[in-house]
């Protein structure tokens, strides 16, 4: 059992920098890749970025690649998504969720968090 808190969301210019923060409970959380999704206002729950379960792979999807950076600190329990250049269409819930596969489908994870709101102004 996993449980995961996202922290760090918040309003911010377009153009700015946020990092997200994702706290996991349970002993078996580096046994797990950890993925970020996010969801807007009528739309379907999108797949951001997701990193192995040491570490040392990580991939983004097209429309955050070269402004997202997912990293984890697996002494610490801790999952982060770093935003940079920031721009409106970014607004979104951000959730961070744990799955045993590797790949960008919401349904095959397991645990998620409750999310926090980003919002960027124009």
Known sequence: QVQLL?????LVQT??????SCAASGRTFSNYN????RQA????????ALI?????????????KGRF?????????MVYLLMNSLKPE???VYYCAATRSWNSRADTY????????VTVSS
């Open 34 to 37: 950890m993925g970020w999704f």
């Open 52 to 64: 192995s379960w040491s570490g040392d792979n990580a991939y983004q999807s097209d429309s955050v």
């Open 41 to 48: 206002p009528g739309n379907e729950r999108e797949f951001v």
């Open 6 to 10: 996202e922290s760090g969301g918040g």
């Open 90 to 92: 970014d607004t979104a």
């Open 110 to 117: 397991d645990y998620w968090g409750q999310g926090t709101q």
């Open 69 to 77: 950076t997912i990293s984890r600190d697996n002494a610490k329990n």
């Open 15 to 20: 153009g700015g920098s946020l990092r997200l």
